[in-house]
């Protein structure tokens, strides 16, 4: 099959695509990812106790004493800055799937790959900061208590800024670029493999129908977020800049994983891993058929089929 004579990429449509379906996914299942932050921040002490047992009594425990918006803790900033991040990885995808396919039409599962992770590299520069953000919004309810209501996000920001300059707010971002990098790599490919296997659009775009994308998205979204959880346990350890008390403090990616090891065996790499898959299955999920819905299209009346 040789490649289309029609090849051009407008870049435009797809990075309102991707912002339109970032902030859709992100609210829907905003306050299991805040679950999943605080489980994977969680510490064993020296006795065996922890402060929450499981994903359902961390639920119900942040419901109990921060309620209904305190379950939304740091969603503004991650709501304001996923839109950029979403933007970047799937419009970046779609970009680079597009000049690494083969004058015959083809594209490998290595160039999907290397796509993939082209991406997630390119989403690390507005990642690190949200994620640095949302996660001590996050977790200031477990590390902090009541305090935790006197805390911002642009507070936060303007500290660290003030203190370690603009290098301050990419604390982690070795670990980011691991977890996001590792899981674009794993992610595009298998969407682009399952939405590949669907029923079509009638519209002549050769597009799976909405639903198939859904179903697409939620599970190469699954199997991508439990392949990468150690990767994301390291990053949200070393982005907590508040410990509780008794807890231990890591000094790179290396010494988080050493130490987590030592003191709670390799399971620990697996924490909120359950959470972490059923927020992002959703998310991708949401994500991919609103992405594929083409609105950045419908916007700026370009007609896809053609």
């Known amino acids: ?15 309102i695509n991707g912002g339109i379906a970032g902030i859709i996914g992100v ?12 489980l994977q921040n969680q510490q064993i002490g020296p006795n065996g106790e922890r402060m929450y047992k499981s994903m359902f009594d961390c639920f119900k425990k942040t419901y109990h004493a921060e309620g209904y918006f305190g379950m939304y803790r740091g969603s503004a900033v991650n709501i304001l800055l996923i839109t950029p991040e979403k933007a970047i990885k799937l ?19 290595t160039r999907q790959m290397l796509s993939g992770g082209l991406a997630g590299l390119c989403q ?3 990642t690190t900061p949200m994620e640095l953000l949302k996660i001590q919004m996050q977790d200031a309810g477990r590390t902090q208590g009541k305090n935790s209501s006197k805390i911002s996000a642009s507070s936060i920001a ?13 604390k982690g971002t070795g670990a980011t670029m691991l977890r996001d990098v590792s899981f674009s790599v ?17 519209d002549g775009s050769g597009e799976a129908v909405f639903w ?3 179903l697409s998205g939620c599970s190469a979204g699954a199997f991508a977020a439990l392949f990468v959880n150690p990767f994301d346990v390291i990053k949200t350890r ?4 508040k410990k509780a008390e008794g807890e231990l403090v890591f000094n790179g990616v290396a010494d988080c994983i050493k130490k987590t090891l030592k003191n709670e065996g390799p399971t620990a790499f697996y924490k909120g891993g359950l959470c972490r898959m059923i927020v992002i299955a959703p998310l991708f999920g949401i994500a991919q058929m609103v992405y594929f819905l083409g609105l950045g299209e419908k916007i700026l009346g370009i007609d896809k089929s053609k």
């Not at 799937?97 to 083969?102: A, F, G, P, V």
């Not at 070393?238 to 800049?241: E, F, I, S, V, Y």
């Open 27 to 38: 609210s829907c299942v905003f306050p299991l990812d805040l679950v999943k932050t605080r």
């Open 238 to 241: 070393l982005q907590a800049l």
């Open 212 to 214: 198939w994308s859904f």
């Open 1 to 15: 099959m040789a490649k289309p004579e029609n090849n051009q990429f407008s870049i435009l449509p797809k990075i």
């Open 158 to 170: 303007l500290s660290l800024f003030r203190e370690k300059g603009l290098a301050g707010l990419y």
């Open 91 to 109: 419009a970046a995808n779609d970009f680079f799937r597009h000049y690494l396919t083969t004058k015959s039409g083809d594209l490998p599962i």
């Open 186 to 202: 794993v992610y595009f490919p298998m969407f682009a493999i399952l939405n590949n296997m669907g029923p079509r659009k009638t």
């Open 124 to 126: 690390i520069v507005v």
